[in-house]
């Protein structure tokens, strides 16, 4: 998930910023359920990425609030600028910080990602946000948010849509079972358009590396975040976790080399499962002679002798998942399936 163009020469604008609680080395913490969402609920908008340039993209996010039964408010830098990013650190960590205090809000959902969330990590106000637990949601990017937030404070964050999706019945249906009926439920595969009439599956095919069921707690997200956050404080303890990773637009030698961080860090070692999702547009291109993505899985995960399989339904596909990062799941590496064991929300 590599941005291709780049502002230079841009300073980091945190002035004014205080660390609202020293990170501390992450480590296993109680797990803590944020309060099930309820019709009429105020969910906090956020920015805490990359700008929205257009005022008719925040405008959809609003409708889709609105839609779901909420009643939206909007964070004061929501639309701030500074070059690619949603304003300056202080400015979006500040809208963060700001909407978990309040106790009116009962969930923050993000924009939009692209680039910034992890720039955020050391400036989020943690002993705040374990005191006051709600729902934060989104994916890609976010992916930073959801993880050091679970890291330091032990709260149950959900990769899932964020504001800018296309909010389709089939990923607003699961959403609402999860985040306010409390329901536990089992992810398996969609079939989707000319796969539902064929007499074999052509996308979404599971394949699995290491046969195997366990359970542990869920962690992950978009593999270009989370190995940049490797050696913080920020990247939740992997031991017997299982790992869920994605990406788009990455070519293979690229994920490999990600992939390769996480191993040289002992972060693979340590888990008890390991599923990779969707990598879309991530094929060789005209590269002769490329490994393959299937190649580079094999390479990095079947000598770990832990159930792996590849091919789930996450990344940046739809119908989106949403799934509790630091909820306890079973996963079947040979039917490609997560069953959750308890309810994500309290």
């Known amino acids: 998930m590599r941005r291709r163009q780049l502002l230079g020469g841009l300073g980091v604008a945190t002035a004014g910023m205080t660390l609202g609680q020293r990170a501390v080395q992450a480590q296993r913490r109680p797990t803590l359920l944020p309060p099930r969402l309820r019709e009429g609920d105020e969910v906090g908008i956020v920015s805490p990425a990359g700008a929205t340039f257009e005022r008719d993209r925040l405008d959809l996010v609003i409708d889709a609030v609105k839609a779901l039964g909420f009643v939206p408010r909007v964070g004061p830098h929501a639309l701030a600028r500074y ?15 700001d909407m978990f205090a309040d106790p009116a809000i009962k969930a923050l959902l993000p924009v939009r990602g692209d680039w910034g969330s992890a720039r955020i ?98 962690m992950g997200g978009n593999l270009s975040v989370v190995s940049s956050i490797v050696g913080s404080p920020y990247l939740p303890d992997p031991s017997g976790a299982i790992l869920f990773l994605e990406d788009v637009g990455e070519p293979p030698y690229r994920i490999d080399r990600m992939l390769t961080q996480l191993k040289l860090a002992g972060v693979l070692d340590k888990l008890a499962g390991f599923v990779f999702g969707q990598c879309t547009a991530c094929g060789p291109g005209s590269g002769y002679g490329s490994l393959t993505l299937e190649d580079i899985l094999n390479d990095h995960v079947r000598h770990l002798g832990i159930p792996a399989y590849a091919g789930a339904w996450i990344g940046h596909v739809e119908p989106m998942w949403t799934l509790p990062i630091g909820g306890l799941v079973t996963m079947d590496a040979t039917t490609g399936t997560l069953q959750m064991q308890s309810p994500a929300v309290a």
């Open 121 to 218: 990590l050391p400036y989020l106000n943690y002993d705040t946000i374990r005191a006051n637990p709600k729902v934060l949601i989104g994916f890609s990017d976010i992916s930073a948010l959801l993880l050091g937030v679970y890291a330091q404070t032990g709260l149950v964050t959900f990769h899932g849509p964020h504001g800018l999706t296309a909010w389709r019945a089939d990923q607003v249906e699961p959403l609402r079972q999860i985040l306010m009926e409390g329901a536990a439920l089992t992810y398996t595969n969609p079939l989707l358009g000319a796969d539902q009439d064929r007499l074999m599956r052509d996308q979404g095919r599971i394949q699995t590396i290491t046969a195997g069921r366990v359970t542990g707690p869920l």
């Open 83 to 97: 070059g690619y990013l949603a304003g300056t650190d202080a400015e979006r960590v500040t809208d963060v910080n």
